[in-house]
C-alpha cells in the first residue's frame, strides 16, 4: 500500500531540479533567455542566488521555439551565471518582500569606520591605535572608488638603532591623513562578503621624543616629523544585511619608512 507514496516521492526529488533553470542575459541584465519548455507568455520567474536569495523577478514576454525570453520587472542586484530562475506564483511575484528572502542590494554610496590596534614598526611590541572613516562609491558591479581620513596614535618604548649607541626611549608618535583607492568585494551578494582594499596617500606624523635625542637615530628614520607616504592594504569580513553592516579585518600600512600590520574592527551602512 505504501508504495504508491514513495514511488511519488522519488519522482518528485528526482524531478526536482529541473525546476531551476540556467540562463543568459542581455549587458543590461533586463532581457533575459531561458531554454525551457515549461514555460508560457505571462508566467512569472523569479531570480535567486545560490543560497536562496531573490536577486529579481522577470515575466515571459515571448516565446522563440525551445527558448523563452524573460523581461526583467525588478532587481535588487546584479545576475550571476551561477544564479537560476524558478517559476513563483502570481502573488508572490507581486509582493515578493513577504514570500522572499530579498538579495542586500551594493549601494551606490555608503560610508564605513573602523577602529583597530597597528604595530607601529619602530620598536618591540610598539602598538597604536587606528581610527578612519570614508566613503564608498560604486563604479562598476562590485568594485569601489574610496576615499579615507585616517588617525592613528601610540606611545612606547623604541630604539631601533642601536648600532649607534642609543638606548631605547617613551615615543609618543600621532599622525594623521587621507588617502584614495580601489575596494572590491568578493561574494558581494553572500551573507558574509569580504572586501579587498588597496589604497595610497599621505599622512603628517608628529614625533615626540625626550629632550636631547634625535628621531632619526631613535627611530631609524621609518617615521619623521612632517608629511610622507601612506599605504593601507587591508582584507575584512563583512556581514552584508539591511541597515549597518559590521566587519572586522586585517590590514597591513605602510606610513612613511615603517611597515605596520593590524586588526580592526568596523561598521558601514548606505547613503541614502
Not at 524531478?15 to 533567455?33: H, I, N, S, T, V
Not at 577602529?115 to 570614508?134: A, E, K, M, R, W
Not at 636631547?212 to 587591508?234: K, S, T
Request: net charge negative; proline share 4%; aromatic share 8%.
Amino acid at each position: 500500500m505504501r508504495m504508491p507514496w514513495i514511488s511519488s516521492l522519488i519522482s518528485l526529488l528526482l524531478a526536482a531540479p529541473a525546476f531551476a533553470m540556467p540562463f543568459k542575459c542581455d549587458k543590461q541584465q533586463m532581457l533575459c533567455e531561458v531554454q525551457t519548455k515549461r514555460l508560457t507568455v505571462g508566467d512569472k520567474v523569479g531570480v535567486f542566488s545560490s543560497d536562496g536569495q531573490l536577486a529579481a523577478i522577470g515575466e515571459v514576454v515571448e516565446i522563440r521555439n525551445k527558448s523563452r525570453m524573460i523581461k526583467i520587472t525588478q532587481k535588487w542586484a546584479s545576475l550571476f551565471r551561477s544564479y537560476e530562475m524558478e517559476v513563483i506564483e502570481d502573488e508572490k511575484a507581486k509582493n515578493p518582500e513577504k514570500y522572499f528572502r530579498i538579495i542586500t542590494p551594493l549601494p551606490e554610496l555608503s560610508w564605513g569606520v573602523g577602529l583597530g590596534g597597528v604595530n607601529l614598526g619602530i620598536g618591540d611590541s610598539f602598538v597604536g591605535t587606528s581610527l578612519d572613516g570614508g566613503v564608498y562609491w560604486l563604479l562598476w558591479r562590485d568594485m569601489f572608488l574610496t576615499g579615507r581620513l585616517h588617525y592613528i596614535t601610540g606611545e612606547g618604548k623604541a630604539s631601533d638603532n642601536l648600532g649607534a649607541g642609543v638606548a631605547a626611549a617613551s615615543v609618543s608618535v600621532t599622525s594623521a591623513g587621507l588617502s584614495v583607492g580601489i575596494s572590491e568585494l568578493i561574494a558581494p551578494y553572500e551573507m558574509v562578503a569580504l572586501r579587498m582594499d588597496g589604497e595610497i596617500g599621505l599622512s603628517n606624523a608628529t614625533v615626540t621624543l625626550p629632550a636631547g635625542l634625535d628621531e632619526g637615530d631613535v627611530l631609524n628614520n621609518r617615521i619623521d616629523d612632517g608629511v610622507g607616504l601612506y599605504l593601507r592594504f587591508g582584507v575584512a569580513a563583512i556581514w552584508r544585511r539591511d541597515g549597518l553592516q559590521p566587519e572586522v579585518g586585517f590590514s597591513f600600512l605602510r606610513l612613511h619608512a615603517a611597515n605596520s600590520p593590524g586588526l580592526f574592527v568596523g561598521v558601514s551602512a548606505p547613503i541614502d
